[in-house]
T-cell receptor, first 115, second 116 residues
């Protein structure tokens, strides 16, 4: 079974609007972390935001917030006030803290911000 | 600034000619990872080191080898590159299991490999 599922291959959003990128995960480890990375066309993977499985509140980092719904095993990324520079691939990833050191990645969502 | 550095950023090699990609880190992290990423795909983990312990993914071809001579450096050796090995190669680090707290993975800028 897929550890991380991203069902949106491509998304479009109008500049200054908010957008939600979906991510669901599958694990039996009670201790895990969820991550979002941005990959612009240059290729570098940029860490955006982290959510721990025991965190009571949704993580926020500037214009990024993570809508964490533990019972549904979802960790959607919300980008507010989209900017042209937000156009990139976005990857959701998970780390299971009681097993190995691997990070599991989803297939990514390509976001295009329209002026 | 602490960071993950990859050299070179672009590498061109010939079919069958061995090539080595390098990665260094100033984060003093225990774990170093090598990923292969092809266009519009997720990164694919090739292997990782936890300190000196080498962990190979089951489906990583024997053509790919790695060395970690010390905490700071890790190398990816492709012994006989084929056309299918053309890809972006990403190096990443993390503190590792058991180190407590958030274990975020930090990436270098990548090396884009072309095989002629």
């Amino acid at each position: 079974a897929q550890k991380i599922t991203q069902t949106q291959p491509g998304m479009f959003v109008q500049e200054k609007e908010a957008v939600t990128l979906d991510c669901t995960y599958d694990t039996s480890d009670p201790s895990y972390g969820l991550f979002w990375y941005k990959q612009p066309s240059s290729g570098e993977m940029i860490f955006l935001i982290y959510q721990g499985s025991y965190d009571q509140q949704n993580a926020t980092e500037g214009r990024y917030s993570l809508n964490f719904q533990k019972a549904r095993k979802s960790a959607n990324l919300v980008i507010s006030a989209s900017q042209l520079g937000d156009s990139a691939m976005y990857f959701c990833a998970m780390r299971e803290f009681n097993t190995g050191n691997q990070f599991y990645f989803g297939t990514g969502t390509s976001l295009t911000v329209i002026p | 600034d602490a960071m993950v550095i990859q050299n070179p950023r672009y590498q061109v090699t010939q079919f069958g000619k061995p090539v080595t990609l390098s990665c260094s880190q100033t984060l003093n992290h225990n774990v170093m990872y090598w990923y292969q990423q092809k266009s519009s795909q997720a990164p694919k983990l090739l292997f990782h080191y936890y300190d000196k312990d080498f962990n190979n993914e089951a489906d990583t071809p024997d053509n790919f080898q790695s060395r970690r001579p010390n905490t700071s450096f890790c190398f990816l050796d492709i012994r006989s590159p084929g056309l299918g090995d053309a890809a972006m190669y990403l190096c990443a680090t993390s503190r590792g299991r058991g180190r407590g707290g958030t274990d975020t993975q930090y990436f270098g800028p990548g090396t884009r490999l072309t095989v002629l």
